[in-house]
């Protein structure tokens, strides 16, 4: 076995980030704690996985002899990452080890057959579509964080993506609130499909178009997913299950009207829940004319009270709820003002930017 390559360090280093990012430190198969290098032509291929979500990343060397070899991935990353700037880097397999050579630096690190190293290869795919990554991105930012997390109700871990049209859709829910952002793509899906992405795959897929170039390409297939932008490729398995009816979950007949200051009311929320219960984060919310008042108080009879001016004429109302989850919506809003919808003490809030909003938001009511 052979393989050599030379390469900048940060050529390298972004690629073992991104295969870092998804790869288990601490996982029943040791080879799954390792990255895949192959070196074909010019080219360094570095793949991570957890059998779920794959990671490639493409880069170019020079000095090249073509192979593989799965090589610890922390070590490796961490050994890039703590050397000079700039520094040039010189990768060998010899004798079942990599050699690794820069400047006055040497090391030696053990290795696993390439052969050994799964990964999830191509699929049959049904959508194969060009995406602007700033739509893709936006969409997941203002909704991934609605998102369960372990949650036995495996299906909520992940986010939905609702193609239909020309019009893409991503929804998340924790069963206590839901997250939807809706917007127009340029080019049409070939077919309606709804999937779900696993929640690492969103976080990984944010990353990318964080990082990468205007466009993206999306290929969905019944069980997988991919994403290719720029020198990266991310394939994540789809989870198999029936997300909830989203448009059931919207509440209807709201008559009652706040419109605030988002970041007036986001301020005042965030004083308030200083003195929340901890584990709950109950906080009530009470409406008269042109008044929001946000009370909290805790098990140490501590309380507080935030009163908010707002344009509210509608009658007066009390509604408690997790301040954490209206925060975390007020945070994903962009607009100075936002509006606040309400039926009565016993319903969901519903929460956008207006009309004509790309994201909405449903924050479900606590018994205080």
């Known amino acids: 076995m052979t393989m050599r390559l030379k390469i900048s360090r940060e050529d390298l280093l972004p690629g073992l980030q991104a295969a870092n990012n998804v790869v288990e430190r601490r996982h029943a198969l040791p080879i799954l704690s ?6 074909e032509g010019k080219q ?4 991570g996985t957890d059998m779920e979500v794959e990671v490639i990343s493409l880069c170019e060397g020079s000095e090249t002899v073509d192979g593989a070899v799965a090589v610890p991935a922390r070590k490796l990353f961490d050994i890039c990452r703590a050397l000079p700037n700039e520094s040039s880097v010189d990768i060998s397999l010899e004798e079942n080890r990599l050699k690794l050579r820069s400047g006055r630096s040497r090391f030696s690190l053990a290795t696993l057959p390439a052969g050994e190293f799964p990964t999830i290869g191509d699929f049959p795919t049904r959508i194969e579509v060009d995406i602007d990554t700033g739509v893709l991105k936006g969409v997941l930012e203002a909704t991934q964080f609605s998102m369960a997390h372990q949650d036995v109700r ?9 193609l239909d049209g020309t019009n893409l859709k991503a929804v998340a829910t924790d069963g206590h609130r839901l997250a939807m952002s809706e917007v127009t793509v340029a080019e049409p899906f070939s077919e309606s499909l709804q999937v779900i992405v696993p929640r690492k795959g969103v976080l990984e897929i944010g990353r990318m178009m964080a990082a990468g170039p205007e466009k993206a390409q999306l290929s969905v297939g019944d069980n997988h997913l991919k994403v290719v932008c720029g ?3 991310l394939v994540t398995k789809l989870v198999d299950g029936r997300f909830p009816d989203y448009d059931r979950v919207i509440p209807k007949n709201c008559d009652k009207l706040v419109l605030a200051d988002r970041e007036l009311v986001k301020s005042g929320l965030n004083r308030a829940s200083i003195l929340s219960n901890e584990k709950f984060r109950g906080i009530r919310i009470a409406l008269a004319s042109g008044v929001l008042k946000a009370m909290a108080h805790n098990p140490e009879q501590e ?7 707002v344009d509210y004429e509608g009658d007066e109302l009390e509604i408690g709820f997790n301040v954490s989850y209206l925060l975390d919506v007020l945070s994903a809003l962009n607009a100075e003002q936002v509006r606040l919808l309400f039926a009565d003490s016993n319903s969901s809030c519903l929460i956008d930017e207006g009309e004509e909003a790309n994201s909405r938001y449903v924050v479900m009511p606590m018994r205080l």
Not at 34 to 39: C, G, I, K, M, Q
């Open 34 to 39: 390792n990255v895949l290098l192959a070196v």
């Open 44 to 47: 360094l291929q570095i793949t």
């Open 154 to 162: 495996y299906y909520l871990n992940g986010l939905l993506l609702d």
């Open 231 to 233: 020198s990266q490729t």
């Open 303 to 309: 309380e507080a009270q935030e009163e908010m001016e």
